[in-house]
């Protein structure tokens, strides 16, 4: 290893990790064998014009911050994996003074944007994460299940890199039952994007955009998503105490009291058109899970 930034970041990969040094600055480990699904990411996040519109719009308000926030406390000294960081809409928002913050993604555009903020970058899998177990304090999968293949195996690899008494945190995940949409409900998701194009006075994003974001979020889609009772399923075993919050993006410590919030009369309209009770837990748009490893 030549680059010196990334001292802290050898002692905690696996020593059966694959990792190539050399390119441009970002370790890197092997991509091999990319299904759709990675591939479709990688095409997405690899445009810096529509990356930077992520960064600028995604997971930036102040009920984003104060939620996770008080989901996860002080994160200053402590050692951070955020899994699927992106360019660091993460850190760019909550700010503080991890000890080591580790963003792992599969876009090199993600992770150059990443490191210019603060991020120690690595370019693997979530899938397959390169690193030991049970050496971090907060893992961090925002906005990042539903992008991948496999969710359970993402899942459980972000789990095994907690440490005992560390905690894993993931957000915004589509909630299967929010999106679960039928008859009417269906057919006006199907013509969305003419009707939000007609709309928005020219500002909604371009359909070659659009189509590539839709691409790149595999399991956002009427019926696919995930359910509270997966993060149970998985992470109890693994000795986690797990709590999941439904919510609507629209709260701050509120979704930790068991406030849902209210999504958008777009939604709302929709879910009424499928037969969803627009008010129920059930209709919240996204999952919030907070796991903590027990300590042994």
């Known amino acids: ?3 010196t930034q990334f001292s802290e970041l050898q002692q905690y ?8 040094w050399q390119i441009e600055d970002i370790p890197q480990c092997p991509l091999n064998n990319l299904s759709s699904a990675l591939q479709a990411n990688i095409d997405y996040y690899e445009n810096p014009q529509w990356v930077q519109g992520y960064f600028d719009h995604c ?13 996860m406390g002080s994160w200053d000294n402590k050692i951070v994996v955020d899994i699927g960081c992106g360019p660091g809409n993460l850190y760019a928002t909550l700010g503080g003074s991890p000890k080591l913050l580790i963003g792992v993604d599969v876009s090199r555009t993600c992770l150059n944007m990443a490191k210019s903020i603060g991020y120690t970058p690595i370019q693997a899998d979530a899938h397959k994460l390169p690193f030991i177990s049970e050496f971090a304090d907060v893992v961090a999968v925002n906005a990042a299940l ?11 690899e972000a789990a095994r890199l907690v440490r005992p008494g560390g905690l894993l945190i993931t957000d915004h995940d589509p909630q299967q039952s929010a999106w679960n949409w039928k008859g009417l409900g269906m057919a006006l998701y199907k013509v969305r994007v003419p009707l939000y194009r007609l709309t928005s006075l020219g500002n909604f994003m371009t359909q070659e955009e659009h189509d590539a974001m839709i691409a790149s979020e595999t399991h956002h889609q009427p019926g696919k998503g995930v359910k509270k009772d ?38 709302r309209f929709s879910q009424w058109l499928s037969g969803i009770d627009s008010n129920s837990p059930e209709a919240a748009l ?11």
């Open 230 to 267: 997966f993060y149970y399923q998985i992470l109890e075993p693994l000795g986690f105490e797990v709590k999941v919050y439904p919510h609507n993006h629209n709260l701050g410590t509120q979704v930790l009291q068991g406030n849902h919030g209210k999504a958008d009369n777009k939604y």
């Open 1 to 3: 290893m030549q680059n």
């Open 286 to 296: 996204s999952l919030m899970c907070i796991a903590k490893r027990q300590a042994e």
């Open 13 to 20: 990969l696996a020593a059966d990790a694959a990792v190539d």
């Open 59 to 71: 997971h930036r308000d102040n009920y984003f911050k104060e939620c996770w926030q008080a989901a």
């Open 146 to 156: 539903h992008h991948c293949d496999d969710m359970s195996a993402v899942l459980s």
